[in-house]
Protein backbone atom coordinates (compact mmCIF):
# COMPACT_ATOMS: atom_id res chain seq x y z
CA UNK A 1 0.00 0.00 0.00
CA UNK A 2 1.43 3.06 -0.89
CA UNK A 3 1.75 5.74 2.22
CA UNK A 4 0.25 9.22 1.92
CA UNK A 5 1.93 11.50 2.91
CA UNK A 6 0.75 14.08 6.03
CA UNK A 7 0.51 17.89 5.24
CA UNK A 8 2.61 20.17 6.87
CA UNK A 9 0.61 23.41 6.02
CA UNK A 10 -1.74 25.40 8.94
CA UNK A 11 -4.48 23.64 10.07
CA UNK A 12 -6.94 25.70 7.82
CA UNK A 13 -5.29 25.04 4.55
CA UNK A 14 -5.86 21.44 5.62
CA UNK A 15 -9.16 21.57 6.39
CA UNK A 16 -10.23 23.71 3.26
CA UNK A 17 -7.80 20.66 1.09
CA UNK A 18 -5.72 23.40 -0.62
CA UNK A 19 -1.99 24.33 -0.99
CA UNK A 20 -0.66 25.90 1.62
CA UNK A 21 2.76 27.87 1.30
CA UNK A 22 3.55 27.26 4.81
CA UNK A 23 4.72 30.50 5.20
CA UNK A 24 5.45 32.20 8.91
CA UNK A 25 3.51 32.91 11.40
CA UNK A 26 0.52 33.61 9.04
CA UNK A 27 0.57 31.59 5.70
CA UNK A 28 -0.39 33.70 2.34
CA UNK A 29 -3.76 32.05 2.00
CA UNK A 30 -4.95 33.12 5.11
CA UNK A 31 -3.43 36.86 5.14
CA UNK A 32 -4.82 37.11 1.43
CA UNK A 33 -8.58 35.60 2.80
CA UNK A 34 -8.14 38.26 5.70
CA UNK A 35 -8.52 35.47 8.74
CA UNK A 36 -6.43 34.45 11.35
CA UNK A 37 -4.23 31.58 10.42
CA UNK A 38 -4.31 28.84 13.53
CA UNK A 39 -0.81 27.92 12.59
CA UNK A 40 0.87 25.15 12.26
CA UNK A 41 0.00 21.56 14.14
CA UNK A 42 3.07 20.07 16.62
CA UNK A 43 4.00 17.10 15.38
CA UNK A 44 4.85 14.61 18.42
CA UNK A 45 6.37 11.14 17.96
CA UNK A 46 5.18 7.93 19.43
CA UNK A 47 7.01 5.41 19.52
CA UNK A 48 7.88 2.13 21.84
CA UNK A 49 10.78 2.87 24.26
CA UNK A 50 10.96 -0.03 25.79
CA UNK A 51 13.98 -1.18 23.81
CA UNK A 52 16.62 0.21 23.07
CA UNK A 53 18.09 -0.49 19.78
CA UNK A 54 17.33 2.30 17.12
CA UNK A 55 17.47 1.82 13.63
CA UNK A 56 19.19 4.56 11.38
CA UNK A 57 16.93 7.32 10.86
CA UNK A 58 15.15 7.69 7.28
CA UNK A 59 16.80 9.53 5.23
CA UNK A 60 14.11 10.96 3.54
CA UNK A 61 12.68 11.93 6.95
CA UNK A 62 15.11 12.43 9.56
CA UNK A 63 12.94 12.84 12.66
CA UNK A 64 11.75 9.46 11.57
CA UNK A 65 12.54 7.13 14.10
CA UNK A 66 11.33 3.36 13.93
CA UNK A 67 11.46 0.63 16.49
CA UNK A 68 11.78 -3.60 16.09
CA UNK A 69 9.98 -5.55 18.74
CA UNK A 70 12.29 -7.83 21.06
CA UNK A 71 14.90 -5.66 20.90
CA UNK A 72 15.80 -6.58 17.41
CA UNK A 73 17.29 -4.22 14.51
CA UNK A 74 16.48 -3.99 10.88
CA UNK A 75 20.79 -4.08 11.13
CA UNK A 76 22.46 -6.14 13.78
CA UNK A 77 25.74 -4.74 13.63
CA UNK A 78 24.50 -1.12 14.01
CA UNK A 79 24.26 -1.49 17.35
CA UNK A 80 28.20 -2.86 18.07
CA UNK A 81 29.25 -0.02 15.49
CA UNK A 82 27.56 2.36 17.42
CA UNK A 83 27.04 1.48 20.86
CA UNK A 84 26.43 5.61 21.84
CA UNK A 85 23.97 6.72 18.75
CA UNK A 86 21.80 8.91 19.81
CA UNK A 87 19.43 11.43 17.30
CA UNK A 88 19.95 15.05 18.23
CA UNK A 89 16.88 16.07 16.94
CA UNK A 90 14.19 18.39 17.98
CA UNK A 91 11.98 15.82 19.59
CA UNK A 92 14.56 13.56 20.80
CA UNK A 93 12.76 14.17 24.50
CA UNK A 94 9.68 12.31 25.21
CA UNK A 95 6.23 14.23 25.58
CA UNK A 96 6.17 14.32 29.65
CA UNK A 97 9.42 16.14 29.52
CA UNK A 98 8.29 18.62 26.89
CA UNK A 99 5.35 18.95 29.23
CA UNK A 100 6.97 19.08 32.29
CA UNK A 101 10.81 19.48 31.86
CA UNK A 102 13.67 17.17 33.83
CA UNK A 103 10.67 15.36 34.60
CA UNK A 104 12.72 12.09 34.72
CA UNK A 105 15.75 13.50 37.13
CA UNK A 106 13.29 14.91 39.34
CA UNK A 107 11.54 11.26 40.04
CA UNK A 108 15.00 9.82 40.18
CA UNK A 109 15.81 12.49 42.69
CA UNK A 110 12.79 12.11 44.79
CA UNK A 111 13.54 8.17 45.17
CA UNK A 112 17.09 9.24 45.75
CA UNK A 113 15.99 11.53 48.80
CA UNK A 114 13.19 9.13 50.04
CA UNK A 115 16.12 6.12 50.48
CA UNK A 116 19.12 8.53 52.07
CA UNK A 117 16.35 9.16 54.72
CA UNK A 118 15.97 5.78 55.18
CA UNK A 119 19.80 5.10 55.00
CA UNK A 120 20.14 7.38 57.51
CA UNK A 121 17.24 6.06 59.87
CA UNK A 122 19.22 2.30 59.23
CA UNK A 123 22.24 3.28 60.18
CA UNK A 124 21.28 5.91 63.38
CA UNK A 125 17.84 5.29 64.48
CA UNK A 126 18.50 5.94 68.33
CA UNK A 127 20.19 9.36 67.51
CA UNK A 128 17.16 10.41 64.77
CA UNK A 129 14.79 9.35 67.73
CA UNK A 130 16.64 11.48 70.61
CA UNK A 131 17.24 14.35 68.56
CA UNK A 132 14.76 14.79 65.84
CA UNK A 133 11.84 15.99 67.89
CA UNK A 134 14.08 18.65 69.10
CA UNK A 135 14.90 20.09 66.53
CA UNK A 136 13.29 23.14 64.54
CA UNK A 137 14.06 21.92 61.16
CA UNK A 138 14.62 17.76 61.36
CA UNK A 139 17.68 16.95 59.32
CA UNK A 140 15.10 14.19 57.22
CA UNK A 141 13.02 17.11 56.43
CA UNK A 142 15.75 18.98 54.84
CA UNK A 143 17.03 16.00 52.85
CA UNK A 144 13.28 14.63 51.89
CA UNK A 145 11.74 18.30 50.73
CA UNK A 146 13.61 20.11 47.89
CA UNK A 147 11.78 23.32 49.14
CA UNK A 148 14.30 23.80 51.34
CA UNK A 149 16.97 26.87 50.57
CA UNK A 150 19.83 24.93 49.28
CA UNK A 151 19.00 21.73 49.84
CA UNK A 152 19.20 21.49 46.41
CA UNK A 153 22.52 21.65 44.91
CA UNK A 154 24.26 19.96 42.45
CA UNK A 155 27.12 18.71 45.25
CA UNK A 156 24.41 18.17 47.72
CA UNK A 157 22.30 16.28 45.06
CA UNK A 158 25.44 13.71 44.05
CA UNK A 159 25.82 13.15 48.06
CA UNK A 160 22.67 11.73 48.34
CA UNK A 161 22.74 9.38 45.55
CA UNK A 162 25.99 7.78 46.59
CA UNK A 163 24.51 7.34 50.13
CA UNK A 164 20.98 6.22 48.94
CA UNK A 165 23.27 4.04 46.14
CA UNK A 166 25.49 2.36 48.67
CA UNK A 167 23.05 1.39 51.47
CA UNK A 168 20.66 -0.42 48.66
CA UNK A 169 23.58 -2.30 47.30
CA UNK A 170 24.85 -3.28 50.86
CA UNK A 171 21.09 -4.70 51.51
CA UNK A 172 20.94 -6.24 48.53
CA UNK A 173 24.52 -7.60 48.46
CA UNK A 174 25.16 -6.18 44.72
CA UNK A 175 28.55 -5.10 43.74
CA UNK A 176 27.57 -2.76 41.02
CA UNK A 177 25.58 -0.89 42.98
CA UNK A 178 28.26 -0.22 45.18
CA UNK A 179 30.71 0.10 42.82
CA UNK A 180 28.61 2.87 41.12
CA UNK A 181 28.40 4.34 44.33
CA UNK A 182 31.71 5.13 44.81
CA UNK A 183 31.97 6.90 41.15
CA UNK A 184 29.18 8.96 42.29
CA UNK A 185 30.91 9.40 45.42
CA UNK A 186 33.89 10.62 42.86
CA UNK A 187 31.76 12.83 41.23
CA UNK A 188 30.04 14.44 44.73
CA UNK A 189 33.85 15.29 45.80
CA UNK A 190 34.69 17.65 41.96
CA UNK A 191 31.31 19.12 42.60
CA UNK A 192 31.71 20.09 46.11
CA UNK A 193 35.45 21.31 45.70
CA UNK A 194 34.38 23.51 42.64
CA UNK A 195 31.74 25.20 45.02
CA UNK A 196 34.24 25.48 47.99
CA UNK A 197 37.04 26.86 45.79
CA UNK A 198 34.83 29.57 44.48
CA UNK A 199 36.68 33.18 46.06
CA UNK A 200 32.88 34.38 46.92
CA UNK A 201 31.63 35.20 50.20
CA UNK A 202 29.23 32.33 50.56
CA UNK A 203 25.25 32.78 51.89
CA UNK A 204 24.03 30.85 55.03
CA UNK A 205 21.44 28.23 52.78
CA UNK A 206 24.89 26.93 51.11
CA UNK A 207 27.55 26.71 54.12
CA UNK A 208 24.24 24.55 55.78
CA UNK A 209 24.33 22.64 52.21
CA UNK A 210 28.23 22.48 52.55
CA UNK A 211 27.94 21.10 56.26
CA UNK A 212 24.96 18.98 55.29
CA UNK A 213 27.01 17.08 52.43
CA UNK A 214 30.17 16.53 54.66
CA UNK A 215 27.60 14.68 57.34
CA UNK A 216 26.25 12.29 54.96
CA UNK A 217 29.79 11.79 53.44
CA UNK A 218 30.97 10.93 56.58
CA UNK A 219 27.95 8.36 57.25
CA UNK A 220 29.18 7.21 53.46
CA UNK A 221 32.83 6.86 54.35
CA UNK A 222 31.63 4.56 57.87
CA UNK A 223 29.33 2.27 55.67
CA UNK A 224 31.91 1.99 52.99
CA UNK A 225 34.60 1.27 54.98
CA UNK A 226 37.27 1.13 52.76
CA UNK A 227 39.57 3.25 55.12
CA UNK A 228 38.68 3.88 58.31
CA UNK A 229 40.15 6.65 59.35
CA UNK A 230 39.27 8.83 55.78
CA UNK A 231 35.84 10.27 57.57
CA UNK A 232 38.31 12.12 59.62
CA UNK A 233 38.92 14.84 56.62
CA UNK A 234 35.48 15.37 56.40
CA UNK A 235 35.02 15.95 60.08
CA UNK A 236 38.18 18.60 59.76
CA UNK A 237 36.07 20.23 57.01
CA UNK A 238 32.82 20.99 59.25
CA UNK A 239 35.15 21.58 62.33
CA UNK A 240 37.07 24.61 60.15
CA UNK A 241 33.20 25.45 58.48
CA UNK A 242 32.17 26.07 62.17
CA UNK A 243 34.45 27.72 63.50
CA UNK A 244 34.28 30.24 60.80
CA UNK A 245 30.52 31.01 61.48
CA UNK A 246 30.86 31.37 64.99
CA UNK A 247 28.72 29.48 68.00
CA UNK A 248 26.02 32.44 67.25
CA UNK A 249 25.24 30.68 64.04
CA UNK A 250 24.45 27.79 65.80
CA UNK A 251 22.02 28.60 68.54
CA UNK A 252 18.64 27.81 66.40
CA UNK A 253 17.14 26.62 63.18
CA UNK A 254 18.69 24.63 61.04
CA UNK A 255 22.12 25.71 62.06
CA UNK A 256 21.51 23.99 65.86
CA UNK A 257 20.59 20.50 64.18
CA UNK A 258 23.43 20.83 62.46
CA UNK A 259 25.54 21.48 65.42
CA UNK A 260 24.15 18.77 67.11
CA UNK A 261 24.45 16.24 64.73
CA UNK A 262 28.18 17.60 63.80
CA UNK A 263 29.01 17.13 67.46
CA UNK A 264 29.59 13.19 67.95
CA UNK A 265 31.70 13.13 64.56
CA UNK A 266 33.57 16.05 65.74
CA UNK A 267 34.26 14.75 69.92
CA UNK A 268 35.07 11.12 67.99
CA UNK A 269 37.76 12.62 65.26
CA UNK A 270 39.46 14.69 68.10
CA UNK A 271 39.82 11.97 69.72
CA UNK A 272 41.27 10.03 67.45
CA UNK A 273 43.65 12.95 66.09
CA UNK A 274 44.93 13.38 69.81
CA UNK A 275 44.47 17.01 69.53
CA UNK A 276 41.70 19.74 71.72
CA UNK A 277 38.54 19.91 70.00
CA UNK A 278 37.41 23.37 69.78
CA UNK A 279 34.06 22.56 71.11
CA UNK A 280 35.65 22.68 74.91
CA UNK A 281 36.25 26.52 74.57
CA UNK A 282 33.78 28.72 76.42
CA UNK A 283 31.89 30.69 74.04
CA UNK A 284 30.98 26.79 72.37
CA UNK A 285 30.07 25.70 75.51
CA UNK A 286 28.32 28.49 76.98
CA UNK A 287 26.10 28.50 73.27
CA UNK A 288 25.22 25.04 74.06
CA UNK A 289 24.09 25.25 77.33
CA UNK A 290 21.44 28.18 76.45
CA UNK A 291 20.14 26.37 73.27
CA UNK A 292 19.41 23.72 75.74
CA UNK A 293 17.74 26.04 78.40
CA UNK A 294 15.48 27.44 75.56
CA UNK A 295 13.94 24.42 74.61
CA UNK A 296 11.96 24.77 77.79
CA UNK A 297 10.49 27.61 76.59
CA UNK A 298 9.63 25.71 73.66
CA UNK A 299 7.77 23.15 75.42
CA UNK A 300 10.52 20.68 74.16
CA UNK A 301 13.22 20.44 77.23
CA UNK A 302 13.68 17.04 78.98
CA UNK A 303 15.61 16.27 82.41
CA UNK A 304 17.64 13.37 79.69
CA UNK A 305 18.36 16.32 77.31
CA UNK A 306 19.90 18.19 80.34
CA UNK A 307 21.77 15.37 81.87
CA UNK A 308 23.23 14.68 78.16
CA UNK A 309 24.60 18.01 77.88
CA UNK A 310 26.43 17.96 81.52
CA UNK A 311 28.01 15.13 80.08
CA UNK A 312 28.99 16.68 77.42
CA UNK A 313 30.41 19.38 78.65
CA UNK A 314 32.64 17.18 80.38
CA UNK A 315 33.66 14.60 77.74
CA UNK A 316 34.68 17.64 75.41
CA UNK A 317 37.23 18.18 77.81
CA UNK A 318 39.50 14.21 76.81
CA UNK A 319 40.41 15.01 73.65
CA UNK A 320 42.75 18.04 75.07
CA UNK A 321 43.60 16.05 78.10
CA UNK A 322 44.61 13.04 75.89
CA UNK A 323 46.70 15.86 73.90
CA UNK A 324 48.58 17.01 76.60
CA UNK A 325 49.22 13.80 77.51
CA UNK A 326 50.78 12.51 74.95
CA UNK A 327 53.15 15.46 74.07
CA UNK A 328 54.81 15.27 77.73
CA UNK A 329 55.57 12.07 76.60
CA UNK A 330 57.05 12.63 73.51
CA UNK A 331 59.43 15.00 76.02
CA UNK A 332 62.80 14.21 77.06
CA UNK A 333 61.84 14.27 80.78
CA UNK A 334 60.06 11.05 80.13
CA UNK A 335 56.75 13.05 81.96
CA UNK A 336 53.36 12.00 80.39
CA UNK A 337 51.88 15.50 82.64
CA UNK A 338 54.02 18.29 82.17
CA UNK A 339 51.84 20.85 84.79
CA UNK A 340 50.50 18.16 87.44
CA UNK A 341 48.36 19.82 89.99
CA UNK A 342 46.64 21.86 86.96
CA UNK A 343 46.11 18.67 84.86
CA UNK A 344 44.82 16.27 87.95
CA UNK A 345 42.37 18.99 88.91
CA UNK A 346 40.79 19.29 85.30
CA UNK A 347 41.01 15.64 85.50
CA UNK A 348 39.66 15.01 89.05
CA UNK A 349 36.75 17.67 88.33
CA UNK A 350 35.83 15.63 85.45
CA UNK A 351 35.49 12.24 86.94
CA UNK A 352 33.65 14.02 90.00
CA UNK A 353 30.76 15.30 87.10
CA UNK A 354 30.21 12.47 85.09
CA UNK A 355 30.56 10.09 88.03
CA UNK A 356 27.20 12.58 89.35
CA UNK A 357 26.31 12.65 85.32
CA UNK A 358 26.11 8.49 85.68
CA UNK A 359 24.37 7.99 89.13
CA UNK A 360 21.35 10.60 87.77
CA UNK A 361 20.98 8.97 84.15
CA UNK A 362 21.38 5.47 86.18
CA UNK A 363 18.88 5.96 88.56
CA UNK A 364 16.58 7.73 85.36
CA UNK A 365 17.40 4.32 83.94
CA UNK A 366 15.80 2.57 86.21
CA UNK A 367 13.20 4.49 87.56
CA UNK A 368 11.92 4.43 83.37
CA UNK A 369 12.02 0.38 83.61
CA UNK A 370 10.03 0.82 86.91
CA UNK A 371 7.62 3.43 85.93
CA UNK A 372 6.77 1.82 82.70
CA UNK A 373 2.80 2.98 82.46
CA UNK A 374 3.84 6.54 84.31
CA UNK A 375 3.26 8.86 81.17
CA UNK A 376 4.01 11.85 83.39
CA UNK A 377 7.73 10.74 84.38
CA UNK A 378 8.53 9.62 81.08
CA UNK A 379 7.29 12.54 79.43
CA UNK A 380 9.53 14.88 82.30
CA UNK A 381 12.38 12.37 81.57
CA UNK A 382 12.32 12.02 77.71
CA UNK A 383 10.18 14.84 76.83
CA UNK A 384 9.33 14.74 73.19
CA UNK A 385 11.77 11.74 72.57
CA UNK A 386 9.34 8.90 71.64
CA UNK A 387 9.09 6.62 75.07
CA UNK A 388 10.12 3.38 73.15
CA UNK A 389 13.84 4.66 72.53
CA UNK A 390 13.72 5.43 76.15
CA UNK A 391 16.33 2.62 77.37
CA UNK A 392 18.30 2.55 74.58
CA UNK A 393 19.22 6.18 75.04
CA UNK A 394 19.89 6.43 78.26
CA UNK A 395 21.73 3.14 78.26
CA UNK A 396 23.96 4.53 75.01
CA UNK A 397 24.81 7.99 77.10
CA UNK A 398 25.78 5.90 79.87
CA UNK A 399 28.05 3.94 77.54
CA UNK A 400 29.59 7.09 76.46
CA UNK A 401 29.69 8.20 79.86
CA UNK A 402 31.58 5.03 81.37
CA UNK A 403 33.89 5.42 78.35
CA UNK A 404 35.06 8.54 79.51
CA UNK A 405 35.67 7.83 82.95
CA UNK A 406 38.22 4.66 81.39
CA UNK A 407 39.70 6.98 79.30
CA UNK A 408 40.39 9.75 82.45
CA UNK A 409 41.51 6.47 84.59
CA UNK A 410 43.74 5.66 81.77
CA UNK A 411 45.23 9.50 81.94
CA UNK A 412 45.49 9.30 85.75
CA UNK A 413 47.64 6.60 86.00
CA UNK A 414 49.47 7.54 83.10
CA UNK A 415 48.68 4.43 80.92
CA UNK A 416 48.89 5.71 77.35
CA UNK A 417 49.25 1.94 76.03
CA UNK A 418 45.88 1.17 78.04
CA UNK A 419 44.28 4.48 76.47
CA UNK A 420 45.41 3.25 72.67
CA UNK A 421 43.43 -0.01 73.16
CA UNK A 422 40.58 2.26 74.49
CA UNK A 423 39.98 4.07 71.34
CA UNK A 424 38.46 2.19 68.86
CA UNK A 425 36.94 3.08 65.86
CA UNK A 426 33.27 2.46 64.85
CA UNK A 427 32.95 -1.02 62.74
CA UNK A 428 32.18 -0.28 59.39
CA UNK A 429 28.39 -0.63 57.75
CA UNK A 430 27.37 -1.93 60.72
CA UNK A 431 24.04 0.04 61.72
CA UNK A 432 24.27 -0.88 65.28
CA UNK A 433 28.09 0.40 66.17
CA UNK A 434 27.53 3.69 64.41
CA UNK A 435 23.99 4.80 66.20
CA UNK A 436 26.17 3.80 69.50
CA UNK A 437 29.19 5.49 68.28
CA UNK A 438 26.48 8.74 68.07
CA UNK A 439 24.73 8.41 71.08
CA UNK A 440 28.15 7.95 73.34
CA UNK A 441 29.18 10.94 71.87
CA UNK A 442 32.19 10.08 70.03
CA UNK A 443 33.45 7.95 73.01
CA UNK A 444 33.10 4.23 72.22
Known amino acids: MVGIPRSSGCQACVRRKIKCDETRPSCRECVRRRLTCPGYPERFRFCNTSTRDIQQPNRRNKYIVSYRRGGESHRPDLHNQHPTFQINTPFSVT ?11 QAFDSQYRAVSCWAVTENFPGFVACFGPRMDVNFLDFLLHPEFEGSHSVFLVWVIRCLSAIHVGQIKNCQATIIKSRQMYQQALVCLRKILS ?24 LKDGISQTSWLSHAAGIAQIMCLNGPEAYMSGFGRTLFVSSRPFLIGAAFLR ?5 LERGPWRKMAAEATQSEYKKGIGSRFGDMMEVALAEIVKCPGLIAKAMSA ?10 DTSSTEETITEAQNSLTIAK ?21 ELLGPVPSQFGEYLVQGSLNGIQSALDILDHLQRNDLDGLNRKLEL ?19
Open 95 to 105: IDERVVSNLTT
Open 198 to 221: RPIPFSTSLVHSIQTAMLLLIAYE
Open 274 to 278: GEVCF
Open 329 to 338: NSRPTGRIIE
Open 359 to 379: ADLSEAFASLRISDHNENYTK
Open 426 to 444: PGPSDGKSLDQFALSMGVI
